[in-house]
């Protein structure tokens, strides 16, 4: 059963910086494994949106414009785990942020193109 577990999320002032980690456990043989990796991030009262991908085979990545500059994600294959480096932090980044892996070549940002999801870590950035 696969599994993913973030971790990294805390409370920094705007301006700051946090790494986000994705670990990936339980990918019994490559049927399974993912295409890519997505993390995407909720604040209370609005919908998931998709923050940045990696597609695992080529290392191809994708951001979402609001975080583009901003936000690094990458890979280290090795250990199964993805990164998501955040810096220069403001206050509509705080959400509760998610690591999914999907093994559909579809677009990147939709949600439903993700088959297994992580528990969430949450950020918080005060001005």
């Known amino acids: 059963q696969v599994q993913l577990v973030e971790s990294g999320g805390g409370s920094v002032q705007a301006g700051g910086s946090l790494t986000l980690s994705c670990a990936a456990s339980?990918?019994?043989?490559?049927?399974?494994?993912?295409?890519?990796m997505g993390w995407f991030r909720q604040a209370p009262g609005k919908e998931r949106e998709g923050v940045a991908a990696?597609?695992?085979?080529?290392?191809?990545?994708y951001y979402a414009d609001s975080v583009k500059g901003r936000f690094t994600i990458s890979q280290d294959n090795a250990k199964n785990t993805v990164y998501l480096q955040m810096n220069s932090l403001q206050p509509e980044d705080t959400a509760m942020y998610y690591c999914?892996?999907?093994?559909?070549?579809?677009?990147?940002?939709?949600?439903?193109?993700?088959?297994?999801w992580g528990q969430g870590t949450q950020v918080t950035v005060s001005s």
């Open positions: 990696i597609y695992t085979g080529s290392g191809n990545t």
């Open positions: 339980g990918y019994s043989d490559s049927n399974n494994k993912p295409v890519k």
């Open positions: 999914a892996s999907g093994r559909k070549f579809g677009g990147w940002v939709l949600p439903e193109n993700y088959n297994y």
